[in-house]
């Protein structure tokens, strides 16, 4: 699976993503819409995470997807 079918099916991944990182509000997740670097960066914003750990934890989820 590649990044644009978590975009295409971003409603479906919604509830995913709030089960794993729960500090994200309703609003972040209609910001993000999907888009890879806008999860990043709420994530960075939302835990003060570095930006390696945050892309490190974004690849770690993708890939429970597939």
């Known amino acids: 699976m590649d990044w644009n079918r978590v975009e ?10 709030k089960e794993k990182w ?3 509000t309703d609003d972040d997740l209609d910001v993000i819409e ?9 994530l960075q ?3 003060g995470y570095a ?3 945050v892309r490190k934890d974004v690849d ?3 890939t429970t997807l597939k």
């Open 8 to 17: 295409g099916n971003w409603k479906q991944f919604k509830g995913n993503v």
């Open 22 to 24: 729960g500090k994200l």
């Open 34 to 42: 999907g888009r890879r670097d806008q999860l990043e960066g709420k």
């Open 45 to 47: 914003e939302r835990y």
């Open 51 to 53: 930006k390696d750990q």
């Open 60 to 62: 770690d989820w993708f």
